[in-house]
Every structure is written in structure tokens, then in C-alpha cells.
């Protein structure tokens, strides 16, 4: 018999549980074999051969550490082939790499906040890192209500100082939701304001070739700032902020979470650089993955099951806590490795169950999953 995975969740407390194996989304863990719905690796293209290989030749070439941060020792040309890269995939002028999203958005909020804003407002359910840099930069902020243009609209008229900076992501890291873009840049027409959006979560699946929300939307020339990672679809490592040149100088010269920082491994530059090159390409992936995702979400919506998602990421709102994690143990018993989000990662009485869609599920896995939750479901009063 199987062992029981011991995730110490019942106990309330967060647990690593170290992946002993994997092929794409297939993972073992304490000897038991899982479907993985946690990863973000949502392309599978993390163990795609072309970008395995132009990391490990730059490694061979190169080594792999940097030796410095970019502004000592540590920058080389391919940064800069990087960055233009990024710049054109994201129709900006100019773009700067960071070593992580979480360095990008903590960094960057706090350098443009100390000098060009008076003012922040941020979406409730934005990501910890963009809220992390807010707080970090002491400066006065308002969030507004989830996706509510009214809402951000009201709050703007009410507290808007100078010139102010709205912050939001394009997709939802929690909800699997769209931000409205075009409502936001709308009202830019009354307030004087300039936008940040996160793109962690829709580069590489959104767009034609997989540029994003914002580029989909054709908003490029109207949102300043456009952060994303290479370290989701993108299947590497490392972040990205396209912006004005005017910009990114002011970045190199002011943001301290990339002067204080080692440059990223060369080969992961390479890696990020190919990674660029082959989602572009490989269109196939992103197709079967919405399509997917949009399937799982019919079938969750003819099983009584209700969700926010637009997107790859779909998640069940449970609510309560402890249901929640009842559920996904269930669920990890037959086999399924999803894991239940709570607070303070979420709302309180919003916990719920997240499913990361991926490239590499078949569509036999969704329905047994889906057959899985209905039968967890029956019986129970939690809906
Ligand atoms: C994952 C994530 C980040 C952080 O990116 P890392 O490269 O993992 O540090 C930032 N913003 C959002 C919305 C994310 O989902």
C-alpha cells in the first residue's frame, strides 16, 4: 500500500515536499506517484531539449555563476540581446532584467515611487511582491476592490495627489481572472495617472505569439510599465520590466534590487533568451492548453462547480478553510497533486483549490479529476 503523503497541511502549517522525479506534469513524491496541477511551468517547455541545450553549452562556455552584479563586473553582451529581445516581444522601447520576479516588483515600485509618485493604487488581490514594493516605498496607497473600475475610479477622485501610479496584474495569479485594461487606461482620460501591469502569469499564452495581456489588448503604447517572468511559461528562470529608455537608466541608476544583486547565471540568460524564441514558435502549446483550460472549466461548470477563471489557472473557491483542505487530500489520494490556498495567501473565508493547467495534461486526466472532485463534493453542504 501506498504511503500517506505527509504534507503537515492538517496541521496548519506550510511543508516542503521535495519532487524526487518528474516528467512534465508526472511527479513522484515520498514514493507516490502524482498528476502535478501545481506548477507554472504551464508550457512544459522548462525540460524543452532546445533551451536544456543552449543552457548547457553557454555553461560549458561561460561557467555559470556571473561573478558580479551588472554594474560591476557581472554584465555581458547577451543581457543586452536579452533585453531586446524582451523590448520587441513586448512592443516597448527598452527593457531591464531582474534576477527574480519578486526583486523586480519589490525594486522597481520602490525607486519609481520615491521619485515620480505621489500616490499608489493597487488591485486587493495583486500579488505579494507588487505589494511588497509598495510597502517598502512608504508611500500612501489605496487598494481597490478586485477588478472594479468603479471602485478605482471613486478612490481616484477621492485621494488622487499628483501624478499617481495604478498597479494591477493582466491575469490573476489567484483567481485566474483578466484585469480590465482597457477600462483602466479609459481613465486615464480624467486622472493623471500611469499603469504597472504584472504579466507574470500571460506571457507566453496570451497574444498571438504569446506577448501577453497587454499586447493582445494592443495597450503597449499606453501602459508604462510592463513586468513579467521568464520563470512561468517561459519554464526558466529570472524576471523582466519593459519600459521607456528614459526608464531603464533611471532603474540602472536607482533601483536596488538590481545594483545590490548578482546578475543572473549566463546560461540562464541563454535559456531565457531561447525560451523567447521557441514559445514564439510553438504556438501548439499555448492552443492545447487553453483549449484545456477552457474544457475543465465547462466540465467544472456542469458539475455545479463555480470558479473566476478566464484563464489556465482555475481555481474553486471552498471557502472555508478546513473543507478546503479536506478536499485536496482527497484528492492527492487519487492521486492528484493540487493544493489547497489559504490565508493569508488569499482573503480569510476564500480558501480554495487551485488548478494549474498545463500543456502536458491529457484530457482523460481532466475528466477523472473532474469525477474525483464531484464525488468529494456529494453529500457535502459546502457549496
Ligand atoms: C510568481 C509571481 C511573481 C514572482 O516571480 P518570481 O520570478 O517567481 O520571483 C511576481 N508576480 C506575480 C503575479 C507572480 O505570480
Redesign the pocket.
Known amino acids: 500500500m501506498a504511503k500517506t503523503v505527509d504534507d503537515g497541511i492538517d496541521k496548519f502549517t506550510r511543508k516542503l515536499n521535495p519532487i524526487a522525479k518528474t516528467k512534465n506534469v508526472l511527479i513522484e513524491i515520498n514514493g507516490r506517484k502524482f498528476i502535478n496541477f501545481c506548477s507554472?511551468d504551464y508550457l512544459s517547455v522548462s525540460n524543452h531539449p532546445k533551451i536544456i541545450d543552449a543552457c548547457a553549452r553557454s555553461a560549458k562556455k561561460y561557467g555559470v555563476g556571473s561573478g558580479g552584479s551588472r554594474l560591476l563586473s557581472g554584465d555581458r553582451e547577451i543581457f543586452h540581446e536579452l533585453e531586446k529581445k524582451v523590448a520587441d516581444f513586448k512592443k516597448k522601447e527598452s527593457a531591464l532584467v531582474f534576477n527574480?520576479?519578486?526583486?523586480a516588483?519589490i525594486g522597481i515600485i520602490n525607486a519609481l515611487s520615491k521619485s515620480f509618485y505621489k500616490t499608489i493604487f493597487i488591485d486587493q488581490l495583486a500579488?505579494a511582491?507588487?505589494i511588497d514594493g509598495v510597502l517598502l516605498s512608504k508611500i500612501v496607497f489605496h487598494r481597490f476592490r478586485h477588478n472594479d473600475i468603479e471602485h478605482l475610479a471613486e478612490l481616484l477622485k477621492k485621494f488622487q495627489k499628483g501624478k499617481s501610479l495604478v498597479i494591477t496584474?493582466s491575469v490573476f495569479?489567484m483567481d485566474g481572472d483578466f484585469a480590465p485594461l482597457n477600462d483602466i487606461v479609459s481613465l486615464k482620460e480624467k486622472y493623471d495617472f500611469d499603469i504597472y501591469v504584472?504579466e507574470?502569469?500571460a506571457t507566453g499564452i496570451f497574444g498571438e505569439k504569446g506577448e501577453g495581456k497587454v499586447e493582445e489588448n494592443n495597450l503597449s503604447p499606453k501602459i508604462e510599465y510592463i513586468?513579467g517572468?521568464?520563470?512561468?511559461a517561459l519554464g526558466s528562470?529570472?524576471?523582466y520590466f519593459a519600459c521607456s529608455e528614459e526608464i531603464k537608466k533611471f532603474l540602472i541608476n536607482k533601483c536596488r534590487s538590481f545594483i545590490y544583486s548578482t546578475s543572473l547565471p549566463l546560461p540562464i540568460v541563454e535559456a531565457n533568451i531561447k525560451s523567447i524564441d521557441i514559445v514564439q514558435k510553438e504556438t501548439f502549446r499555448r492552443d492545447k492548453l487553453l483549449y484545456l483550460a477552457g474544457k475543465f472549466r465547462n466540465l467544472l461548470a456542469e458539475s455545479g462547480f463555480k470558479t473566476p477563471s478566464m484563464s489556465q489557472i482555475v481555481p474553486i473557491i471552498i471557502g472555508d478553510e478546513k473543507e478546503t483542505i479536506k478536499i485536496s487530500q482527497i484528492l492527492r489520494e487519487k492521486g492528484f497533486w493540487v493544493l489547497p490556498i489559504r490565508y493569508p495567501t488569499v482573503p480569510k473565508k476564500q480558501s480554495r483549490l487551485r488548478f494549474s493547467l498545463n500543456y502536458s495534461h491529457e484530457e482523460d486526466q481532466l475528466d477523472l479529476l473532474i469525477k474525483v472532485l464531484s464525488e468529494a463534493k456529494n453529500g457535502e453542504k459546502y457549496f
Open positions: 507554472n527574480s520576479g519578486y526583486q516588483n500579488h511582491s507588487l496584474e495569479s504584472d507574470a502569469h513586468m517572468t521568464f520563470s512561468k528562470f529570472g524576471a
